[in-house]
């Protein structure tokens, strides 16, 4: 006989019990850790920075202890995640003033941190990456959807992205687990990097396509497939939908022709798209 639902939902929740951090302690250590790496960020008091800085890794490593993240040793994992902070800054600072130096609209580096939901989104992938690479489960992708929520921005922090990344505008971006994106890549709104499949028997296999450095990709285009390889100094017109390579300094367009329809026309058999 199937068990009541309440009975169900119990059971449950003892068996996730210790098993999965809290996402209240998950998104304040990742408040503390954006602000500690851009006290601009910061609201009110700024931050002080070693004991700062030691006050969040205490959180984190409590964070790691109240659940079960199957680590050898918490402590050194934190111990190491403190170690690859300076090269997350360094990464994270040629970001933004790739995003600087590629919008316009950009008055300064500091606009582009404080203001920019792409710098938000690239910022907290990289922290979450890291957790990844170490080995921590949940929180990495705790990070990325909060993130994700609060950007319209998706991007798995399994994917591998290389240094210089620009995000401009960037709502709808989704950027799939085993996609690899090189150096001084720039994204619009919309683009999609997928996966031709999604059985659950490619899982662990590469799915998601690779984009070679200097790559430009305009908004709305969908780039599926684990064996594609979008050739560097390329560029990806809106609206293009790929499933194969193209070679190095491509550009690739749409070549639809829009159809200017007769007012005479009878529009009674058209379809009426609703967006």
Same mark, same amino acid.
């Given at each position: 006989m199937e068990r009541p639902f309440i009975e169900n939902r119990g059971q449950f929740r003892a068996h996730v019990m210790g098993k999965v951090p809290k996402k209240s302690e998950v998104y304040k250590l990742l408040n503390d850790l954006t602000e500690f790496l851009f006290p601009v960020l910061a609201e009110g008091q700024l931050p002080c920075e070693e004991s700062c800085l030691n006050g969040i890794l205490q959180l984190f490593e409590r964070i790691l202890n109240s659940y079960d993240p199957g680590l050898t040793d918490v402590h050194q994992t934190t111990n190491e995640f403190r170690n690859a902070l300076p090269g997350i800054y360094r990464m994270l600072v040629g970001d933004a003033t790739a995003i600087f130096e590629g919008d316009p609209a950009a008055h300064s580096v500091e606009e582009v941190i404080i203001s920019y939901p792409g710098f938000y989104a690239i910022m907290v992938y990289r922290l979450a990456h890291e957790m990844?690479?170490?080995?921590?489960? #949940?929180?990495?992708? @705790? @990070? /990325?959807? #909060? &993130?994700? &929520?609060? /950007?319209?921005?998706?991007i798995n922090p399994k994917a591998k992205i290389g240094k210089s990344f620009c995000i401009d505008h960037g709502t709808g971006i989704v950027i799939g687990e085993t996609a690899v994106i090189g150096a001084s890549v720039k994204m619009y709104q919309g683009v999609t990097l997928g996966a031709l499949s999604v059985s659950k028997d490619c899982a662990g296999s590469k799915r998601h396509p690779t984009i070679e450095d200097f790559v430009t990709l305009y908004s709305g285009c969908t780039i599926l497939g684990g064996e594609t390889i979008?050739?560097?100094? &390329? !560029? !990806?017109g809106g609206n293009v939908w790929l499933t194969h390579s193209v070679e190095p300094f491509s550009l690739v367009i749409n070549q639809d022709k829009i159809r200017l329809i007769d007012k005479s026309l009878d529009m009674s058999d058209v379809i009426n798209f609703v967006i």
């Amino acid at each position: 006989m199937e068990r009541p639902f309440i009975e169900n939902r119990g059971q449950f929740r003892a068996h996730v019990m210790g098993k999965v951090p809290k996402k209240s302690e998950v998104y304040k250590l990742l408040n503390d850790l954006t602000e500690f790496l851009f006290p601009v960020l910061a609201e009110g008091q700024l931050p002080c920075e070693e004991s700062c800085l030691n006050g969040i890794l205490q959180l984190f490593e409590r964070i790691l202890n109240s659940y079960d993240p199957g680590l050898t040793d918490v402590h050194q994992t934190t111990n190491e995640f403190r170690n690859a902070l300076p090269g997350i800054y360094r990464m994270l600072v040629g970001d933004a003033t790739a995003i600087f130096e590629g919008d316009p609209a950009a008055h300064s580096v500091e606009e582009v941190i404080i203001s920019y939901p792409g710098f938000y989104a690239i910022m907290v992938y990289r922290l979450a990456h890291e957790m990844d690479l170490l080995g921590i489960p #949940f929180i990495p992708r @705790l @990070l /990325t959807e #909060f &993130s994700h &929520s609060k /950007t319209g921005i998706d991007i798995n922090p399994k994917a591998k992205i290389g240094k210089s990344f620009c995000i401009d505008h960037g709502t709808g971006i989704v950027i799939g687990e085993t996609a690899v994106i090189g150096a001084s890549v720039k994204m619009y709104q919309g683009v999609t990097l997928g996966a031709l499949s999604v059985s659950k028997d490619c899982a662990g296999s590469k799915r998601h396509p690779t984009i070679e450095d200097f790559v430009t990709l305009y908004s709305g285009c969908t780039i599926l497939g684990g064996e594609t390889i979008i050739g560097h100094d &390329s !560029v !990806v017109g809106g609206n293009v939908w790929l499933t194969h390579s193209v070679e190095p300094f491509s550009l690739v367009i749409n070549q639809d022709k829009i159809r200017l329809i007769d007012k005479s026309l009878d529009m009674s058999d058209v379809i009426n798209f609703v967006i």
